[in-house]
C-alpha cells in the first residue's frame, strides 16, 4: 500500500525542500507537485520520480488530472506519494479525494507536511 502525505504552506522550495528530506534510500517514492518549477530541489532518483500537473488546484480545476495520474503511478505503486499544493486551502478535499473508493486498499493518508 503507497503511504500518501499531503505537502502545502510555504513556498515551492520550502515543499520540495520538506519532500527532499523524507525520501528514504531503502523506498520508492513519487512526488506529485502541482505548478511549474522555480528554481527546484528535487531531484529525479532511483528512489524518487517526480511528475508535475498543470497549476491550479487538484481537487477542483485538476480534479480529471490528478485521477488519471494517480490511477497510472499505481499501476506499480511506490512506497511513499508526497502531493504538493500551492494553497493548502483545499486540503480537505483532497484528503477526501484520496479516500474515495476506487483508492481504498491502495492509498493510506500518512501525516501532512505543513511547511509554513
Avoid: W
Amino acid at each position: 500500500m503507497t503511504i500518501a502525505q499531503l505537502v502545502y504552506g510555504g513556498n515551492v522550495r520550502a515543499r520540495e525542500l520538506a519532500i527532499a528530506a523524507q525520501v528514504s534510500p531503502d523506498a520508492t517514492a513519487v512526488a506529485l507537485l502541482e505548478g511549474i518549477a522555480s528554481g527546484t530541489e528535487l531531484t529525479e532518483s532511483s528512489q524518487l520520480s517526480v511528475i508535475r500537473i498543470a497549476p491550479g488546484c487538484p481537487c477542483c480545476t485538476g480534479n480529471l488530472t490528478m485521477q488519471v495520474t494517480l490511477n497510472r503511478l499505481l499501476r506499480n505503486p511506490p512506497d511513499k506519494l508526497f502531493l504538493s499544493l500551492a494553497d493548502a486551502s483545499h486540503r480537505e478535499s483532497v484528503k477526501s479525494f484520496l479516500q474515495q473508493k476506487q483508492y481504498c486498499g491502495r492509498l493510506e493518508l500518512g501525516p501532512d507536511l505543513d511547511c509554513g
